[in-house]
């Protein structure tokens, strides 16, 4: 079933440890109280999700063609490890758990919003950028 994607899975490992990386480090310098709006977890989301509009738009719609193994690189694995869905989830169960239901369906709905809101914009500028540079040329 793998058969022949032992380097795309290699591509995607290593971007991971660098993503991962990020964004474990993104919570050391931001650290957030398990009862306190997680802005750190939402911030990474977002940014996450404006730069893996920006990269598969580059990616796929860009006039030249980019190696095979830059895409599961930078947007499965650097972004796909940055982004922390799996935090959302848990940031958004401690508040239910300290009796904050209020500012557990605000992070939800807004980080939801955000991150789509975020990789629209993104996709779009980034659409616009690249058509602009085919008028000119």
């Known amino acids: 079933m793998l058969r022949g994607q032992g380097r795309v899975v290699a591509a995607v490992s290593a971007g991971g440890v660098l993503g991962a990386s990020a964004r474990y480090g993104a919570g050391l310098l931001w650290p ?21 509009g920006v990269v598969l738009v580059a990616l796929t719609e860009g006039r030249r063609r980019p190696h095979p193994l830059l895409r599961p690189f930078l947007a499965t694995g650097i972004l796909g490890g940055f982004t922390t869905f799996s935090t959302y989830a848990v940031d958004a169960q401690q508040l239910l758990d300290h009796g904050l239901p209020g500012k557990a369906l605000l992070y939800l709905g807004g980080t939801l919003l955000a991150a789509l809101a975020a990789v629209w914009g993104a996709a779009s500028a980034t659409r616009a950028v690249l058509l602009e540079r085919e008028v000119t040329e």
């Open 32 to 52: 957030t109280a398990k009862d306190a709006f997680p802005w750190t977890t939402l911030l990474v989301n977002t940014v996450g999700c404006a730069v893996i």
